[in-house]
């Protein structure tokens, strides 16, 4: 029997150590790229935790300036608070929310400070007030009331008549 022949020319063929070392390279190359196929899939695998966890260290940061603010808050409100139980902060208080004034002290307030011309150089702001009021020009504004005072009037008159005190 005659031995089968190889269909690769002879100039192909390849010896075994030239094999041993063909394998020798793939095996590593093939150890490289099922690292590399790992390292993939490792990373697809754990980048939702990390992203996870980085909007939650995120949240956590703002939470923490949320927290600092509330505290320099309520630093500023018991301050504000202690300041009650000073008299003369609450007499200043008194005099600038309430225009209150102390005996013998006379307050002077402008009403109408928004009518008031600030190019009028003629005198005052109380004398410009008083011109203004005391003009004898006709308003082209005409308004009428939220009710009829006519009808009130006699609903008063007859309910004053009609109806029995309460005792």
Do not use: C, H
């Given at each position: 029997?005659?031995?089968?022949?190889?269909?690769?020319?002879?100039?192909?063929?390849?010896?075994s150590?030239?094999?041993?070392?063909?394998?020798?390279?793939?095996?590593?190359?093939?150890?490289?790229?099922?690292?590399?196929?790992?390292?993939?899939?490792?990373?697809?695998?754990?980048a939702?935790?990390?992203?996870?966890?980085?909007?939650?260290?995120?949240?956590?940061?703002?939470?923490?300036?949320?927290?600092?603010?509330?505290?320099?808050?309520?630093?500023?409100?018991?301050?504000?608070?202690?300041?009650?139980?000073?008299?003369?902060?609450?007499?200043?208080q008194?005099?600038?929310?309430?225009?209150?004034?102390?005996?013998?002290?006379?307050?002077?307030?402008v009403m109408?400070?928004?009518?008031?011309?600030?190019?009028?150089?003629?005198?005052?702001?109380?004398?410009?007030?008083?011109?203004?009021?005391?003009?004898?020009?006709?308003?082209?504004?005409?308004?009428?009331?939220k009710?009829n005072?006519?009808?009130?009037?006699?609903?008063?008159?007859?309910?004053?008549?009609?109806?029995?005190?309460?005792?």
């Amino acid at each position: 029997m005659k031995k089968p022949t190889s269909r690769v020319p002879r100039n192909m063929r390849v010896s075994s150590s030239a094999r041993r070392e063909l394998l020798g390279k793939l095996n590593l190359d093939a150890q490289a790229i099922t690292l590399g196929i790992l390292a993939v899939v490792a990373i697809f695998s754990i980048a939702p935790e990390l992203q996870i966890w980085y909007t939650q260290q995120v949240q956590i940061a703002d939470l923490k300036r949320e927290n600092e603010a509330t505290r320099n808050s309520l630093t500023q409100m018991k301050d504000d608070l202690k300041r009650w139980d000073d008299p003369a902060y609450v007499r200043a208080q008194a005099r600038n929310r309430l225009f209150y004034v102390m005996p013998g002290e006379i307050s002077f307030l402008v009403m109408d400070a928004d009518k008031v011309n600030a190019t009028d150089s003629s005198g005052t702001v109380g004398d410009a007030l008083a011109r203004a009021r005391n003009s004898s020009a006709v308003t082209k504004k005409i308004s009428t009331t939220k009710s009829n005072w006519t009808t009130n009037l006699v609903e008063t008159v007859v309910r004053a008549g009609i109806e029995q005190p309460k005792a």
